[in-house]
Nanobody, 121 residues
Framework: QVQLQESGPGLVKPSQTLSLTCTVS??????????WSWIRQPPGKGLEWMGA???????YYSPSLKSRTSISRDTSKNQFTLQLSSVTPEDTAVYYC?????????????WGQGTQVTVSS
């Protein structure tokens, strides 16, 4: 059973960089052919895919967030990390990490429980 757990600060100030880590257990992030994704849900809105890092280490980003987003991984710790720079209150959301079998919609098979991040001074 694959388990994912998000961790990071729950409060970030405007203009700062949001950094979250997803720790994976029960499976390796280098296993073919999975994509390790970040998704968020702002209050009252739907899910928004932010980006992913593949089993190979290749990264993929939402065009709308690409200029501010970076996803990396630490294979020794079986973790992958999201960094979102220059945050504003509009980045307030519940942030999820998830495993996907592809880059299309609804291809997730395991999710973390989500972590609330609030951007406020």
């Amino acid at each position: 059973q694959v388990q994912l757990q998000e961790s990071g600060p729950g409060l970030v100030k405007p203009s700062q960089t949001l950094s979250l880590t997803c720790t994976v257990s029960g499976g390796s992030i280098t296993t073919n052919y999975y994509y390790w994704s970040w998704i968020r849900q702002p209050p009252g809105k739907g899910l928004e895919w932010m980006g992913a890092i593949a089993y190979s280490g290749s990264t993929y980003y939402s065009p709308s967030l690409k200029s501010r987003t970076s996803i990396s991984r630490d294979t020794s710790k079986n973790q992958f990390t999201l960094q979102l720079s220059s945050v504003t209150p509009e980045d307030t959301a519940v942030y999820y990490c998830a495993r996907a079998i592809g880059l299309g919609p609804d291809e997730y098979d395991y999710w973390g429980q989500g972590t609330q991040v609030t951007v406020s001074s």
